[in-house]
């Protein structure tokens, strides 16, 4: 989920240039409220939407709206390189910006629930390096080379970034089926 983040926020921009032809500071100042508003957004409805699957006595729902927050982000970034016009491209990475990050309270709450008292600072403080540093460094890395070397476009950035949503997605998605397996049976996940 992380290293779509950063992938995402790490070469829409570029994006709208080479595709779109947009200028830099069109490009920063559209992606960059699209990214305030919508990643905002997801992460402040995330723990409304698991209160809510909570009270419906749904097993496992920090796991679950991980699956839905990658399953529709994926999907969004599979969309985005179809899209001939650039509002329509847009819509699109306001999708995937907000549901990439509608799971992310949820992850990390579930990381704290699932912790023993005497370690969760430590599990978190683990989590945050982990998750972090895989982010910043295969996300764009990823778009990258995949622009470079598979596509060997430079202007193939729309479709690097859906070829690593349909790679890294599942990968999550198995992740998530996991951890639903594993804790799904303790009472307060």
């Known amino acids: 989920l992380i290293i779509l983040l950063y992938g995402l926020q790490s070469w829409v921009p570029t994006m709208l240039l080479r595709v779109y032809e947009w200028d830099l500071i069109q490009s920063g100042r559209v992606y960059g409220l699209i990214a305030m508003l919508a990643g905002s957004a997801g992460v402040l409805s995330g723990p409304i939407v698991l209160r809510l699957m909570s009270n419906n006595d749904i097993r496992a729902p920090h796991f679950k709206l991980a699956i839905f927050g990658i399953s529709m982000a994926t999907l969004s970034l599979i969309m985005l390189p179809f899209q001939p016009n650039v509002n329509i491209a847009l819509i699109f990475v306001t999708l995937a910006s907000f549901f990439v990050t509608l799971p992310l309270a949820g992850t990390s709450s579930a990381m704290v629930i699932v912790s023993p008292n005497r370690i969760r600072g430590v599990i978190t403080g683990i989590y945050v390096v982990i ?48 951890g639903i397996n594993y804790f799904g049976e303790m009472k307060n996940v």
């Open 131 to 178: 998750t972090s540093i895989f982010g910043l460094v295969l996300g764009p890395f990823l778009v990258a080379s995949s622009t470079d070397f598979i596509f060997q476009d430079p202007t193939a950035v729309a479709k690097s970034l859906a070829l690593v949503s349909v790679l890294i997605g599942p990968i999550g998605i198995f992740f998530m089926l996991k």
